[in-house]
């Protein structure tokens, strides 16, 4: 570390990047402190085993001793009682991403990988990749990768791998977070519109991605989805080598034959490499786009010199991200996967990858629509379009209801019903109890039921299973 420890204190200590963010710090030799609302598993735990015990609660008392730095999480307000404090004695702040590329990205060369969708998977593998393959990178996830334990690592190699949040940095900075990470790698998955709350339409989401394709330097590297027209679009903004990876005939690196299932979950595929011939490579994940995932990691630790049969060794040997088709268990059985999917297509290619993985078998769909874009009628078609890749859904309530017109809300009752007129049997439940009391009124042995949620959904996934164990014991 080139400057003397500090004395660090963030406001919202407990976010996804915060928490992580502290304990960096704490490794950097920094005395970190923090506050926030009270806090549960897994960030609580998180800190807790760093060594961080955050205050409770928000006040101006808790800036003293008076810190030298104070990080501004991006959910707080600027009538937060501790950031007008911190604003009344002057105290120099930063937010969440400018302290992440001041410690630690900085000197590096940082890895970011953004877009719609699969940005933790992608994030998780590539920073198991490069572990796996000696690189001894550091990392920062918005999830929690099985293989490495935990979202965070410092590292000792000049890579960084950082997931690319598009969600403005702080109350005095508008702008996405990853405006500040300057990668010398992009990975870009995707450009499909989302985040209706911060962004008035798709141009505008458009917009951010360009000006992120624009901070990669000449010598660095873009790495773009290129069965994506919105990201082929965008891709003459680069001042860099752009690389398109796909599964169409006009990307740069594709399969070089249709991927195939692999029995038990999985796909099996060919790569072309320029330099390492033909290589199999066969990953645990199911679905197309994990495949896509795993090309795009392919290419950027291909482009750090990793021989490509290390690569391929360690992408067979990936074994998820918690909550990302997550397999929770079996019990009376039915087994019970949790999943993070949320916008249509999300939800459209994770059925699709869970169909491939469990055969005939029937999937049932819980999905509550949590986030502020979830819930918009933009989305009323593409749902109805997702979700008939299912054979039964239960509809939670819209979570920020009250947050939309009424002209604006997603109609569940005729999504419902438009899906059930379709074939799918669904229903537009009037509460997430209801939505647990069916599903396990409904279930039989045999059955895959699905969670999708962006946030807790209570707990949903883990409370069937721990039904469905109780049933089962009962009946013994």
Not at 173 to 179: G, H, M, Q, T
Not at 180 to 195: G, K, M, V
Not at 243 to 267: H, T
Not at 362 to 385: I, K, M
């Amino acid at each position: 570390m080139s400057e003397s420890p500090l004395s660090i204190h963030l406001i919202a200590i407990g976010g996804t990047g915060m928490a992580p963010l502290a304990c960096l710090l704490q490794d950097l030799g920094h005395r970190v402190r923090g506050s926030d609302q009270p806090l549960y598993p897994p960030m609580s735990t998180l800190l807790a085993d760093c060594g961080i015990d955050p205050l409770v609660g928000y006040d101006p008392a808790h800036l003293d001793p008076q810190p030298d730095l104070v990080i501004v999480g991006n959910a707080v307000t600027r009538t937060n009682a501790e950031a007008v404090e911190a604003e009344r004695r002057g105290l120099p702040i930063v937010s969440m991403p400018q302290a992440l590329y001041r410690y630690l990205l900085a000197g590096r060369r940082p890895l970011v990988v953004a877009g719609t969708h699969g940005k933790t998977t992608t994030t998780s593998l590539a920073a198991w990749v490069l572990t796996d393959c000696g690189a001894d990178p550091g990392y920062l996830i918005g999830g929690v990768p099985k293989d490495l334990g935990r979202s965070f690592r410092r590292g000792g190699g000049d890579r960084f791998v950082v997931e690319g949040d598009e969600y403005n940095a702080a109350y005095f900075d508008r702008n996405p977070k990853f405006l500040h990470y300057r990668p010398e790698t992009l990975i870009l998955t995707s450009a499909e519109y989302d985040h209706a709350d911060l962004y008035g339409s798709p141009a505008d989401l458009l917009s951010v991605y360009g000006r992120l394709l624009e901070t990669v330097p000449p010598e660095g590297l873009a790495i773009l989805h290129g069965d994506s027209q919105e990201l082929r679009a965008l891709a003459g903004r680069a001042r860099c080598r752009v690389l398109f990876y796909g599964l169409g005939a006009d990307s740069d690196l594709r399969p070089a034959a249709p991927p195939e299932p692999v029995a038990g979950g999985g796909s099996r595929f060919r790569i072309d490499d320029a330099e390492g011939g033909e290589v199999e490579v066969e990953i645990r994940l199911s679905g197309r786009h994990n495949v896509l995932n795993a090309l795009a990691v392919w290419a950027a630790a291909r482009h750090d010199g990793q021989p490509a049969e290390a690569v391929a060794r360690a992408l067979g040997r990936f074994s998820g991200v918690r909550r990302r088709q997550d397999e929770l268990g079996t019990e009376s059985g039915v087994t019970v996967m949790d999943d993070f999917a949320h916008h249509p297509t999300a939800v459209s290619e994770t059925l699709r990858g869970l169909r491939s993985r469990y055969g005939g078998r029937r999937l049932v769909v819980l999905f509550e629509p949590r986030s502020l874009t979830a819930g918009r009628s933009f989305f009323q078609e593409p749902y109805r379009d997702a979700f008939a890749k299912a054979d039964r859904v239960l509809l939670a309530p819209i979570f920020y209801r009250e947050r939309f017109a009424e002209a604006d809300r997603l109609d569940l009752p005729r999504l419902a019903r438009e899906l059930t007129e379709h074939g799918t049997p669904t229903t537009a439940c009037a509460s997430s109890e209801e939505v647990f009391e069916t599903a396990l009124a409904e279930v039989q042995p045999g059955d895959v039921v699905v969670t999708m949620s962006s946030g807790s959904f209570d707990g949903m996934a883990a409370r069937v299973l721990a039904a469905l164990g109780e049933r089962e014991a009962a009946a013994v």
